[in-house]
């Protein structure tokens, strides 16, 4: 969710990044073209806070994000938007 946040990524974006397409030295990832829905590769920078939770996450092969867990993640922030609005 916190990648999401700063990121602005779509959820297909993030489930789709593998660990070949980030560069924590460089502070960025990349999204080929195949993965966005503008059909455009795109470079997301880190910032720091992003670059430090991903160098903990191990290990470092195959999808950078788990599918289950971030979708779990946004249900919760949109219960607690709507609690706060409702």
């Not at 660990?19 to 030295?25: E, G, P, R």
Request: aromatic share 6%; glycine share 6%; hydrophobic share 40%.
């Amino acid at each position: 969710m916190t990648f999401l946040y700063y990121c602005g990524t779509r959820i297909g974006e993030a489930l789709s990044i593998e660990w070949t397409q980030v560069n924590l030295d460089a502070r960025l990832i990349r999204l080929e073209v195949e993965q966005t829905k503008t059909s455009e590769a795109c470079v997301l920078p880190l910032p720091s806070l992003l670059v430090n939770m991903l160098r903990d996450v191990t290990p470092k092969t195959g999808k950078v994000f788990d599918g289950a867990n971030l979708r779990k993640e946004m249900e919760v922030v949109g219960l607690k938007a709507r609690y706060r609005n409702g």
